[in-house]
């Protein structure tokens, strides 16, 4: 049998070779998102010298993830967008450490006072809840609709990256989350409880604090958040 030797030609071998993409660039952002994350520096970011969490500088990049963790331990603190935003959805990927606890926070200021999405992953921990940081009539108001879901479990996927939709429009606060696609909440609150009042602020991502005395050190030794794919779809009011 005679054998047929096939030709490839080596251009566009190698261009195949260069269309696989890596496991931290294979998730696309979805239609209508802009990148607030670059996946190679903090560019368009800066971190919080005010934030009671405190200042870690332990935010690091690496094959297109943003990745924080305690320094010195026990030492949170926040990484902000430099713009501020109004009305907008962000979506992004997440993929922490058992133990640690962080957060994205909407509309804040410099200290980190904000809307905050939980993002506690951790045992009685929540993720998607709607948590008012250092803003307590935000966890006083009962508003409308759902603020937190306690079943959010059901739609994690362990040890492997999430997707996190957040929403937040109107003067008083209209905010939803999804979770791998799954609406966790839907909910208004009774009034504008952000700091002086304001309708736009920065979005944040947080590493929270720890007290390895505590009962719940809400972070664990050598602990990580890691975020990717981080975007913004701006909205416009009708």
């Not at 992004?92 to 450490?97: A, K, Q, T, Y």
């Not at 959010?152 to 209209?174: C, S, T």
């Not at 609150?189 to 719940?216: F, W, Y």
């Amino acid at each position: 049998m005679k054998i047929k030797h096939i030709r490839i030609a080596l251009p566009a071998l190698l261009s195949s070779a260069l269309c696989i993409p890596s496991s931290a660039s294979a998730a696309e952002l979805p239609a209508g998102f802009t990148p607030l994350f670059d996946g190679r520096d903090l560019d368009g970011w800066h971190v919080s010298e005010v934030n009671h969490h405190g200042n870690t500088k332990a935010w690091t990049v690496k094959d297109g993830v943003l990745m924080v963790t305690q320094d010195p331990p026990g030492n949170g603190g926040i990484l902000l967008t430099n713009k501020k935003y109004r009305d907008f959805e962000v979506s992004l990927e997440i993929r922490p450490d058992w133990g640690c606890d962080g957060g994205l926070f909407l509309r804040s200021n410099e200290k980190g006072e904000a809307y905050q999405v939980l993002l506690d992953y951790l045992e009685g921990g929540i993720i998607g809840g709607i948590y008012g940081e250092r803003l307590p009539e935000v966890n006083q108001s009962e508003g409308t609709g759902r603020k937190v879901d306690r079943e959010w479990q059901r739609y994690w996927k362990k040890d492997a990256w999430n997707l996190v939709r957040a929403r937040i429009e109107g003067d008083v606060p209209h905010i939803q989350v999804w979770l791998n696609g799954h609406q966790l909440v839907d909910w208004t609150d009774s009034a504008n409880h952000a700091a002086g009042g304001a309708t736009e602020g920065m979005i944040a991502l947080q590493a929270h604090r720890s007290n390895p005395k505590a009962k719940n050190p809400r972070w664990v030794p050598g602990g990580y958040h890691r975020y990717r794919n981080i975007g913004i779809k701006e909205l416009t009011r009708k």
